[in-house]
């Protein structure tokens, strides 16, 4: 089954304790990206990448690192959490062309920092 | 720099009767549209995009969609919702030039009435 993963669920951590997400697609696909989706803000696009070794920046990108050393795989780090990033994140990838083909999303990783 | 606004952020309709979720976006260049569904506690989905030709996009569901160029409007419609359409609506746009950033709006929850 076509699908991406995204490791914890649900998670709550102390103010400055460093975390990872993980994320994962069975899909080969090139394009991945994380989003965070907050009450009245709708989901907003924190990293994205077209492709291994290949990372950018998307709308809020600070307080987060990612990396892509392989193609399935995309984890977004918190290396110093702080509660403005309480929050419920999304993994997300693409196919071939990126963010105008259809995007396949996680079932989200709700994130609580106190 | 691309922006969407969804004007409604709560839209209630009885069952059966004919919904429109409105979008209108704003781009210095040529764009893809999209609108995503997401149902209570699951991730995002695609229900329908506007990549080229006809105006009137078709989607899953029985949902359409209108791309108004001269309006910059990319207007949801369905002409019977059910229980089921139950959710929140996103729409998103992304610039042509493949930067592969991609913005969504805030969001449209539809309250379906019994």
């Not at chain 1, 090139?30 to 291994?52: A, K």
């Not at chain 2, 720099?1 to 409105?22: C, G, I, K, N, Y």
């Not at chain 2, 030039?97 to 969504?104: A, G, L, Q, S, V």
């Not at chain 2, 805030?106 to 009435?113: C, E």
């Amino acid at each position: 089954e076509a699908q991406v993963t995204q490791n914890p669920r649900y998670l709550i951590t102390v103010t400055g304790k460093k975390l990872t997400v993980t994320c994962s697609q069975n899909m080969n696909h090139e394009y991945m990206s994380w989003y965070r989706q907050d009450p009245g803000l709708g989901l907003r696009q924190i990293y994205y990448s077209m492709n291994v070794e290949v990372t950018d920046k998307g709308d809020v990108p600070e307080g987060y690192k990612v990396s892509r050393k392989e193609k399935r795989n995309f984890p977004l780090i918190l290396e110093s959490p702080s509660p403005n990033q309480t929050s419920l994140y999304f993994c997300a990838s693409s196919g071939d062309g990126g963010a105008w083909n259809t995007i396949y999303f996680g079932e989200g990783s709700w994130l609580t920092v106190v | 720099a691309q922006s969407v606004t969804q004007l409604d952020s709560q839209v209630p309709v009885f069952e059966e009767a004919p919904v429109e979720l409105r979008c209108n976006y704003s781009s210095s260049v040529s764009v893809y549209l999209f609108w995503y569904v997401q149902y209570p506690n699951q991730g995002l989905q695609l229900l329908l995009k506007y990549l080229s030709g006809s105006t009137l996009v078709k989607g899953i569901n029985g949902f359409e969609a209108e791309f108004n160029k001269s309006q910059t409007s990319f207007h949801l419609r369905k002409p019977s919702v059910h229980i089921s359409d139950t959710a929140e609506y996103f729409c998103a746009v992304t610039s042509r030039n493949r930067d592969d950033k991609i913005i969504f709006g805030k969001g449209t929850r539809l309250h379906i009435l019994p």
